[in-house]
């Protein structure tokens, strides 16, 4: 783990919390989680999966393509770290890839053949409630988390459920799974917008969700409107789409 002082740590921890803002972005909030979480404990890659009304995962948001494509795999396959951190709402702790093809015996291959050696999951939980996993990847053999670093991802998942659910709550007494459907119904759409930003700009997809994401900060709109925006009428953002 980088070190990282008390008082960064903390403002992580406020930010994480925060989820009564106006206009609260479920999708933006959660790959803030993920680029946060990847930062503090100089992580490969962080990939989080949610619950949806049925009560199983899918797939919300990553700190890059490669997370993404692994947890798309995990849910999928209904077999990996974050599935088993949800169902048993314990964390999965330095998970050496190379020796878990018994216990992963299709995803740790190819979470391997991505370049990762190493993978942890962490439960979103509160109380005996878990509404997600947070996963996290090293590219390095053997423990790649060290003891202190386990506690602060755990609490940073269970500070990220606790907003959620607070949010839910207190703004607007809505389910959170119907938020949270809401949310997979747009991934799609930015999705498509990531690929029509990408190919315009001959960038990668994560340069390209980055140049979304930042419009959408610079602008005050919500991620999922823009894509719309974006996929439906390219012309209405040119900062985007033209090179």
Not at 86 to 101: E, G, I, S, W
Not at 178 to 202: D, F, H, T, Y
Not at 227 to 234: D, G, K, L, R, S
Request: net charge negative; proline share 5%.
């Amino acid at each position: 783990m980088t070190t990282v002082s008390a008082e960064r740590l903390a403002r992580v921890f406020v930010e994480v919390a925060d989820t009564l803002v106006d206009e609260f972005d479920l999708i933006d909030f959660l790959h803030m989680l993920t680029d946060r979480t990847a930062t503090l404990v100089d992580a490969a890659a962080v990939g989080l999966l949610l619950a949806d009304q049925r009560g199983q995962l899918e797939f919300l948001a990553a700190s890059d393509e490669n997370a993404k494509l692994l947890e798309l795999f995990q849910v999928q396959n209904k077999e990996g770290p974050c599935l088993d951190a949800f169902h048993t709402a314990t964390p999965v702790v330095n998970a050496d890839l190379a020796d878990a093809t018994s216990r992963w015996p299709r995803f740790a291959p190819r979470a391997t053949a991505a370049g990762f050696r190493s993978v942890h999951a962490f439960p979103l939980r509160l109380r005996s409630q878990v509404i997600g996993a947070l996963n996290v990847f090293g590219r390095e053999p053997g423990p790649s988390l060290r003891d202190f670093d386990v506690p602060i991802v755990q609490a940073l998942a269970d500070i990220a459920a606790i907003g959620l659910l607070q949010e839910r709550a207190i703004r607007r007494g809505e389910l959170l799974t119907e938020q949270l459907q809401g949310a997979l119904n747009s991934r799609i759409i930015i999705e498509q917008a990531k690929g029509a930003v990408a190919q315009a700009r001959a960038v990668s997809v994560d340069e390209a969700f980055a140049l979304i994401r930042a419009y959408s900060r610079a602008h005050n709109r919500r991620i999922s409107d823009i894509a719309h925006t974006i996929v439906t009428e390219p012309t209405g953002i040119p900062e985007l789409i033209d090179p």
